[in-house]
Structures are given as structure tokens and as C-alpha cells.
């Protein structure tokens, strides 16, 4: 949860009538999805239910909008979220790559050139800082956006209800955890079906409480159609899924591309290096520390339009989500870095 060390007790100088603590729930999940990335964890919400009960706060995203400026109390409790170790880790960078970061964090998209220099012109001339500008984004996603956004509080509701044994509340803890989930939450779009989410939901706390060892976890990708797309921008999602417990790996599959979507399986050998089946032909990893690339390139084979010979022409490049904003991989003379 979000640090909560040297919160006073000062109140609003007027006070709001007092709200029951389910009244709570659905702004503080937005509050850690829009500064966390992730759903509440049982305690941190009981935490901040209370919090929030006893300082008269707003119960809606909108009205915690209007008491940022203008109530220290309010402005207090949203700074603890936005300053948070786990929050500005999540959100290094410059303006430019927190607003990225905060789009990816809640609409599962990159920002659109236009939005991305409209919120950043705004943090650069100083007309507000970067706790308000996630608070404007939680409140204004329209179309596909909200929809998105709509399913990703939905499932953040139903995953923080779901653990609801001592096993499951413990072992949604720590940074594997919290990224995991975050990269589970990354695959949301807004075609995705609600009860189909809640299985997700449901069988990643089945294996984050190790219940189940041959339940899949998920590692999301966002992949380059490198040599088609010419421009430094991901073309669609890709993850890679593997059974584990306690994070031992040795096979899963992958799904990438975007059209057709191509899925392959793979096996990973103890000199640390993957193996794919068709239809790669070649293949390159840049490790990070958690055993799954920080980077992959690609190769499969193409076939030349009006024949029939094949030839390895496309070069598809996945970047973990996860990955450290200084991990890059330089194709072609250009630099294809982490999207987030």
C-alpha cells in the first residue's frame, strides 16, 4: 500500500457528512489503479477506508478533483498515493513518459501524440503537478478508454473480494505479485467479456496462493512489427504464458502479432536460453533478472506475394512492460525502448 507514515489527523475546515466504509471502495480502487496500477490489497483497503472515513474525504474521483486545491487534508492523502515508492517507480521518467506510463496504467494503450503533448505541456507550464493529472485521467477517458477503464475497476473490485483466505490475502504481496497482476490487468480491452476477466482473475489468485501449480502466469508484451512499422511506436499486445510455482520455468507459449495473431510454444534451457517452434526461424533475448526476456526480437518467415518462396523478412520486436526504462535494443539504426 501506499506509504502512510506522517499522515495527520487534520480534518477538511468543512466538514463532508460522513460516508459507510463500502462508499469507499470504488474510489480508493481507483486511486491504486491510477497510481499503483493494481487492484487494492485486502488490508491496504481497510487502511484506507478508515483513513478516508475519518477525514470526511470525497467518495468520488470528481469531487476529490475540486478538494486537491483547496483542502490540505484531501491534497495530503493523494500525495501519500502519488509519492509512494511503489507509485514512483512505476512513474519514473520525464512528463512525457509519465503521462505514456499513466495511459498504459489505465486505458492499456499508448497516449496519442496529441494527448501525450496536450497533458504534458500542462505538468511543463506548472498548471498542475502530476497527482492531478492522474486524477483528471481517472475522471475523463471517454469511449474505448472508459470501457477499459469501466473493466479494469470491475475486476480490481472482484480481485480485492476474491481474497478471501489468509493464504490468498498474504500472498498478494510484493513486487512479483503486484507485477503480475499489473500485466494480468494490461490484457483488459474493450471488447473483453466481464465473466471471461473474472475467470482470469480468479485462476491467477488460485496460482499466486499456489494452490494450483499448473495454473498459468502471464508476462505482457507489447510488440513492434519492427521492419512493416518503420515508427517507434508498439502495434499490439503480446504475453508470454508459463505454469509455475515459486517462479520455476521451464516451457509455455507465446502469443504475438496482430494480424494474424501467431502462437508458438517454447522451452527455456538452463544455459538461459529460449527455444521457439514454428513458424520463428530466428530469435534473440535481451534477459532481465526475472528469468523472461526484457526484450525479444523475433524472425519468421515470409512468403514473397505471388509465389511461393519463403524468407525470413519480419523482425517483430516484444518489450516487457516491466522492463527498466534504460533496457533498449537498437534494430536498424533505431532504439525500441519499454513502453511504459
Known amino acids: 500500500m501506499p506509504e502512510s507514515r506522517q499522515l495527520s489527523q487534520t480534518s477538511f475546515s ?3 457528512v460522513q460516508q459507510p466504509e463500502a462508499a469507499y ?7 491504486y ?34 478538494a486537491y486545491p483547496v483542502n490540505a487534508r484531501a491534497r495530503q ?3 501519500a498515493f502519488a ?18 506510463a499513466v495511459y498504459l496504467n489505465l486505458f492499456n494503450r499508448n497516449a496519442e501524440p496529441e494527448g501525450r503533448a496536450f497533458w504534458t505541456g500542462l505538468i511543463d507550464r506548472e498548471q498542475f503537478g502530476h497527482a492531478q493529472a492522474v486524477l483528471f485521467l481517472l475522471e475523463g477517458g471517454q469511449n474505448d478508454d472508459a470501457v477499459v477503464l469501466s473493466h479494469k475497476m470491475q475486476a480490481a473490485t472482484y480481485f480485492t473480494s476474491q481474497l478471501d483466505t489468509p493464504d490468498e490475502i498474504s500472498s498478494y504481496s510484493g513486487f512479483r505479485a503486484n507485477r503480475g497482476v499489473r500485466e494480468l490487468f494490461s490484457t483488459f480491452t474493450a471488447k473483453s467479456d466481464v465473466e471471461t476477466i473474472r475467470g482470469e482473475v480468479s485462476r491467477f489468485i488460485s496460482a499466486l496462493a499456489g494452490s494450483d501449480a499448473n495454473e498459468p502466469t502471464l508476462t505482457e508484451y507489447v510488440g513492434f512489427n519492427y521492419l512493416q512499422e518503420k515508427k517507434n511506436v508498439p502495434a499490439y499486445n503480446a504475453r508470454y504464458a508459463y505454469a509455475s510455482r515459486g517462479f520455476n520455468i521451464s516451457s509455455g507459449s507465446l502469443s504475438y502479432g496482430g494480424s494474424p495473431v501467431q502462437n508458438v510454444g517454447w522451452r527455456y534451457a538452463s544455459n538461459r536460453e529460449f527455444f521457439y517452434s514454428e513458424p520463428i526461424t530466428a530469435n534473440v533475448s535481451l534477459l532481465s533478472n526475472d528469468v523472461l526476456p526484457a526484450v525479444v526480437m523475433l524472425c519468421q518467415p515470409q512468403t514473397r506475394q ?6 525470413t ?20 539504426g533505431a532504439d525500441v525502448y519499454p513502453a511504459a
Open 25 to 31: 471502495t470504488d474510489v480508493i480502487q481507483r486511486l
Open 77 to 79: 492523502l493523494v500525495d
Open 306 to 311: 505471388g509465389g511461393t518462396q519463403t524468407y
Open 313 to 332: 523478412k519480419s523482425t517483430d520486436v516484444l518489450v516487457a512492460r516491466s522492463a527498466q526504462p534504460d533496457r533498449c535494443l537498437a534494430i536498424g
Open 83 to 100: 509519492q509512494s515508492p511503489e507509485s514512483q517507480t512505476l512513474y519514473s521518467g520525464n512528463n512525457a513518459v509519465f503521462i505514456n
Open 33 to 66: 489503479m491510477g497510481f499503483l496500477g493494481r487492484p487494492a490489497d485486502t488490508r491496504g483497503l481497510e487502511f484506507w477506508t478508515e483513513i478516508f472515513i475519518a477525514s470526511e474525504m470525497p467518495n468520488t474521483i470528481a469531487g476529490i478533483i475540486d
Open 14 to 16: 468543512a466538514p463532508l
